[in-house]
């Protein structure tokens, strides 16, 4: 990506909340190519595009992992908080979740492949199909 495409990306993701401007982006662009995070693949004029170095990759895979311990504590911290709320206050609190997950889905599936969104059709389905239980249950 150029460092234009990543400010309009995090735009994007961030839906509108952080917008980076060039002075934030290409100073950081340029440290993480001195510390061989990046590295730049195609110069145009004043134009580069950056891929992760393969040091980045292995730096990327360590920060994910530490990301997944840390989601994990904070799951088990949320159930526990959860468990002392009334029971439809904690209802509520679900479906805002499903709500927030399938609007977050629904503009991700835009960016997947056919492949990608092949392999989310069974679970999507299965979990469509315990939505429509809920549903006959809420009646």
Do not use: C
């Amino acid at each position: 990506m150029t460092g234009t495409d990543i400010m309009t990306t995090l735009a994007e993701r961030s839906e509108g909340q952080w917008r980076p401007s060039p002075g934030s982006i290409y100073p950081l662009l340029a440290s993480l190519e001195e510390e061989g995070i990046i590295e730049t693949v195609r110069t145009e004029g004043r134009k580069k595009t950056y891929r992760l170095s393969r040091e980045g990759r292995t730096h990327t895979k360590e920060i994910l992992k530490r990301k997944h311990d840390v989601e994990h504590r904070s799951r088990l911290n949320r159930m526990i908080w959860l468990q002392l709320l009334e029971p439809a206050d904690r209802a509520h609190f679900y479906v805002g979740g499903i709500v927030h997950s399938s609007k977050h889905l629904d503009d991700t599936l835009q960016e997947l492949t056919d492949s990608e969104r092949r392999r989310l059709h069974k679970p999507v389905k299965a979990a469509a199909e315990r939505l429509a239980s809920l549903l006959d249950a809420l009646e």
